[in-house]
């Protein structure tokens, strides 16, 4: 039962210091977002990754977050510093675009990671 | 106004009503993705939809390119389907856009 997965799972962490999320895709899987859901503006699209390589950051905050693919199988979305406006649910999706393909493959999330910055 | 829009924001309904959930957006997509997040917090893909019309089990999902909307409708509607539905809708480009979801509780 191929599944995405998403460590940690929950993050309390203090106000300055780093954060790293890690993602693991759907074995086979070309594409990668990184979404944040907090209550006041819901699911937001941070970046997107096609082949292993970034095609869409602009809902990123550049100061202070960086995504990475160092390989097929593992995504990172770093913060440091981190803010308190940063506590939001974190989730991972992948999805397959064949080759040629446009902009429409289904997404399977992970299961998120909770992030609370004291 | 947001570019992508639900309706209704909250809908309550007895188990066995026909649940209809509207989508309408303003830009130009090249896909439209029905999303169901349950009170856990996991995000499951209904559909994905470019065109016409699309069913899975009690789940049906349409949408209008001209009128730039779609409609998710659920037959025979269970407890178990109460959960937050949102529509997001895919750009020409990469861009995501999310609706703010529309919060679904079928009653026993």
């Known amino acids: 039962d191929a599944r995405v997965t998403q460590t940690p799972r929950h993050k309390v962490t203090e106000m300055g210091q780093e954060v790293t999320m890690r993602c693991q895709p759907i074995l086979g899987h070309n594409t990668v977002f990184w979404y944040r859901q907090t209550m006041m503006q819901g699911l937001e699209l941070l970046a997107y990754f096609r082949n292993r390589a970034p095609l869409d950051d602009s809902g990123m905050p550049k100061d202070r977050f960086s995504a990475e693919m160092p390989d097929a199988t593992l995504a990172t979305l770093k913060i440091q510093p981190s803010e308190p406006r940063d506590s939001a649910v974190y989730f991972c999706?992948?999805?397959?675009?064949?080759?040629?393909?446009?902009?429409?493959?289904?997404?399977?999330f992970g299961p998120g990671t909770r992030l609370l910055v004291l | 106004k947001n570019e992508v829009e639900q309706s209704p924001q909250n809908l309550t309904a007895q188990e066995g009503e026909f649940i209809t959930i509207n989508c309408s957006y303003s830009?130009?997509?090249?896909?439209l993705h029905w999303l169901q997040q349950h009170p856990g917090g996991g995000i499951v893909s209904l559909f994905m939809?470019?065109?016409g019309k699309k069913k899975h089990g009690r789940l049906i999902a349409t949408i209008n390119i001209q009128e730039k909307h779609s409609s998710l409708h659920i037959t025979a509607s269970h407890p178990r389907d109460s959960a937050v539905y949102i529509c997001a809708v895919r750009g020409i480009t990469s861009k995501i856009i999310f609706g703010k979801g529309t919060r679904l509780h079928i009653l026993p």
């Open positions: 939809l470019s065109s």
């Open positions: 830009v130009g997509i090249s896909a």
């Open positions: 999706a992948s999805g397959l675009v064949r080759f040629g393909g446009l902009n429409q493959e289904t997404q399977y």
